[in-house]
């Protein structure tokens, strides 16, 4: 089917359905042509960047763990015990941007997932020794993460590129903070108070629904639920004004690693530029790339190059990382990007190779829209940029109608030197 460039079919093949709450709840009911299966997927506006006041950065993350701790009416135990009867499978994760609580279960039963997930959002209750005991283990699971070189890769970059705005810490939040945790028990009351609100929540039901009955389940067991009144200061982020670097030193045996990461403009969905700096990554740094064929393939130099461009709420970072075989090859490596770069900026890319990306992007997402479950995964991030899947649509929209001129200027405008940071990590045998 070709992609058409001034009408182009709507990326999202079912309709859906949207409803508001009086109290700032939204609904979103996509029914899916699979039977049986129903996904539920509950995203709360809220993740890293809503850590806004020093020294309680990782909360998001935590609420992660403390939401699985029950109710009166449904105690942790009895919780558990539900979604095993039914034969439900349920988990959580936390971003940047927002915390998503998702459940995936036979349609029978959403009647009792959509009551004993509204009762937890509402009614949540942990004691301090129960905190105490989560704090914990997110401790354990930082320090689980910090043994991946990635993971402090990750988390040295952030910290080098911003300087006020809360993307300069990743979810887990500040190693000094986590620490802190296990006295910040009255911190963690005021941070469910605040975020765990209707307004800040969306509930996505994908699969064998409707959405008039769905609605109602919605309305009975979510609809006293009392809005809030909390809206977060997020600082932004001055602009950057000169390249930056910086340096892990990792204590064991290792392969080297570089990233080079860029400023990049927040999500939009009415402007190309998202649109642009994704068909540029996958131009310039995926597989089928001209210098992952070099590096990797033929020099074979590399045994790892990616490029991603996150679509975030607020402006974040285009990056570009390279795992090297050899320390020695680091300071090529890195030229050979910047050069890749450059040249991006220089010349517009052929349009026949910008069709082909744009239409990988387009049918690799419909083809993984084969379940439920992953709908619903996969349309909970567009939910949690604007609560609506119809951004999907949009974004999409965009891709169709890219130019190689539109790429170009992306390169320009956002790939600059002084809006640059540089991170590499080498182990003992590669250190400067």
């Known amino acids: 089917m070709a992609l058409a460039a001034q009408t182009p079919q709507k990326i999202l093949p ?89 459940t995936t279960f036979s349609k029978e039963d959403l009647a009792t997932v959509l009551a004993m997930e509204a009762d937890r959002f509402q009614n949540l209750k942990y004691s301090e020794a129960d905190f105490k005991t989560e704090t914990l283990a997110v401790l354990g699971e930082y320090n689980k993460n910090s043994s991946s070189p990635f993971s402090k890769l990750n988390e040295v970059l952030a910290d080098t590129a911003f300087d006020r705005h809360p993307y300069k810490h990743t979810t887990m939040g500040f ?117 992952y064929q070099k590096l990797v393939l033929r020099e074979q130099k590399v045994d790892l190059l990616e490029g991603s461009s996150p679509s975030r709420v607020d402006p974040s970072l285009f990056e570009i990382t390279a795992r090297v075989k050899k320390a020695a090859d680091i300071d090529y490596v890195r030229g050979q990007i910047l050069e890749t770069v450059k040249a991006f900026q220089e010349k517009p890319v052929d349009a026949s190779r910008l069709d082909a990306v744009r239409k990988h992007l387009r049918y690799a997402v419909a083809l993984e829209m084969d379940n439920s479950e992953t709908i619903a995964r996969i349309l909970a991030e567009y939910v949690a940029l604007r609560r609506t899947p119809e951004t999907m649509n949009k974004l999409y929209a965009q891709y169709a109608r890219l130019t190689p001129e539109d790429v170009r200027q992306a390169a320009r405008k956002y790939l600059s030197e002084k809006g640059r940071t540089i991170v590499t990590l080498t182990g003992p045998e590669g250190a400067k």
């Open 14 to 102: 079912y309709p859906y359905s949207q409803a508001d709450l009086p109290n700032g709840l939204r609904l979103v009911t996509v029914p899916a042509d699979y039977p049986s299966i129903v996904a539920a997927f509950i995203v709360v506006s809220t993740g890293s960047r809503n850590e806004v006041e020093p020294g309680h950065t990782g909360f998001a993350h935590l609420f992660e763990h403390l939401m699985f701790k029950g109710t009166e009416k449904f105690p942790q135990a009895k919780y558990d015990e539900t979604i095993k009867r039914i034969g439900a499978a349920s988990n959580a994760f936390t971003t940047s941007d927002f915390t998503c609580y998702h």
């Open 175 to 291: 190693l000094k903070d986590i620490e802190d945790m296990p006295n910040q028990y009255d911190y963690s009351l005021k941070f469910f108070d605040r975020y765990y609100r209707p307004e800040y929540t969306t509930i996505l039901v994908v699969g064998d629904v409707k959405a008039g009955p769905t609605r109602e389940l919605v309305e009975r067991y979510w609809g006293a639920w009392k809005r809030g009144s909390y809206q977060p200061e997020i600082p932004a982020e001055p602009p950057q004004d000169a390249p930056r670097t910086g340096h892990v030193d990792w204590p064991s045996e290792t392969l080297p690693l570089v990233t080079i990461a860029f400023k990049a403009p927040a999500y939009s969905d009415d402007a190309t530029d998202t649109a642009a700096l994704d068909a540029l990554a996958y131009l310039a740094f995926s597989e089928n790339a001209d210098l």
